[in-house]
């Protein structure tokens, strides 16, 4: 019996898994950096360039979304449930629930930020994307800061993520993170 | 007879005066209405339309519909009244990579030719001065008439290297195009009827 297919991530589940987590960090540290920059050509192909990936993202997200709800992943292995207690599992279940909600959320209030403050999108300087929200400077100031809370928050739960990834891995040894990583040859 | 000259010279003068006052004093009449007045421009930003417009310009028009030939337009446009609607964005429009308003506070335009058309339509040639470049321009104008006040509309393309609008590091046309779209609504009092 091959237990392997049934316990780990498909291939396709880990393509988005792992080219989101890269596209995120990369995203977010553009969008750290480019908010301090002083008025410039470099500032204003940043700002474009996190726009255009923030869309990407979107669409990823979207897809990824779709083949969650069209796949059921591999269930946690028994013993890997039985050695959570139950604020683990509540946790556990909350974070993903919470990241997938900030993957449409974040991109979506950046999308209507940059609308409202009367800059449309138009992806990678060819495709005009609509205006979700009217050009509207008051509007815009009130979205403004949701865009980076809402980023810092998914940032926050990733690290929880991650952290609780290499807790299992290497202080639990539970053999958890080999179900994302396409390489794994151990169960 | 050097004389003679000068004094010919100085009835000529004179001539041309008078002429210029009977052309003001007809024409003394035809003001730009600033608040129902508007001049914009639209530019790209890395393929995204940016708005802007000049919150401060005046016009100095001598104008007969009928005679469109003999017209003058004159604009003048302060630079420091730029905006395109975002504070950073126009915190910069002044400085001298844009439009260097200390050393050219306005810029203007003077026509050389007005041509009708016919139907309220119009082509005024003329010369716009942007940082002290000179170039020459061609608009299309319509007129439409609303009891007292008479409304010109318009748009025209400019390249903004031509005027050096947006130098240095911003001189690069793949982060903000060297098209330039300019737009305007010009209200005027005392234009005759046509």
């Excluded at chain 1, 316990?7 to 396709?12: D, F």
């Excluded at chain 1, 202080?171 to 080999?178: A, F, K, M, N, P």
Aim: proline residues 6%; hydrophobic residues 50%.
């Amino acid at each position: 019996m091959n237990s392997t297919s049934t316990t780990r991530y498909s291939p396709v589940a880990m393509a988005l898994h792992w080219i989101l987590a890269i596209a995120l960090v990369a995203i977010f540290s553009v969008g750290v950096y480019m908010a301090d920059l002083p008025f410039s050509p470099q500032r204003l192909k940043l700002y474009n360039w996190h726009k255009w990936a923030g869309v990407c993202i979107l669409i990823l997200s979207v897809l990824r979304l779709l083949w969650r709800l069209t796949h059921t992943p591999p269930a946690l292995p028994g013993q890997v449930v039985n050695a959570m207690p139950g604020w683990q599992t509540a946790a556990y279940h909350a974070t993903h629930g919470l990241l997938y909600a900030l993957f449409f959320i974040v991109p979506l209030v950046g999308w209507a930020y940059s609308s409202a403050a009367g800059f449309s999108i138009v992806l990678f300087g060819v495709l005009p994307l609509p205006d979700f929200v009217p050009a509207d400077k008051a509007l815009a100031e009130l979205i403004k800061p949701w865009h980076e809370i809402t980023a810092f928050a998914m940032a926050g739960l990733a690290a929880m993520h991650v952290a609780a990834a290499l807790k299992h891995h290497f202080v639990d040894r539970d053999g958890l993170l080999q179900r994302m990583l396409p390489t794994a040859n151990g169960q | 007879m050097q004389e003679m000259t000068m004094k010919f010279s100085t009835l000529f003068k004179l001539g041309a005066l008078g002429a210029a006052l009977l052309v003001t004093a007809a024409h003394a009449d035809q003001k730009l209405l600033p608040a129902q007045s508007e001049i914009g421009f639209v530019s790209k930003q890395m393929g995204v339309p940016v708005e802007g417009r000049f919150k401060k310009f005046d016009a100095q028009i001598a104008f007969d519909p009928k005679k469109p030939e003999v017209s003058k337009i004159a604009f003048t446009i302060d630079t420091g009244s730029a905006t395109v609607g975002a504070p950073e964005s126009d915190a910069e429009l002044p400085k001298a990579p844009w439009f260097n308003v200390p050393k050219f506070p306005q810029a203007s335009f003077q026509s050389s030719a007005v041509k009708g058309l016919g139907a309220g339509k119009f082509e005024v040639t003329g010369k716009l001065s942007i940082k002290g470049n000179v170039r020459d321009v061609v608009v299309p104008v319509t007129l439409t008439q609303n009891g007292a006040t008479t409304v010109a509309t318009g748009a025209f393309g400019l390249k903004r290297l031509g005027f050096k609008i947006g130098e240095g590091d911003w001189a690069d046309t793949s982060m903000v195009a060297d098209d330039v779209q300019v737009k305007f609504k010009l209200a005027l009092s005392g234009i005759a009827k046509f």
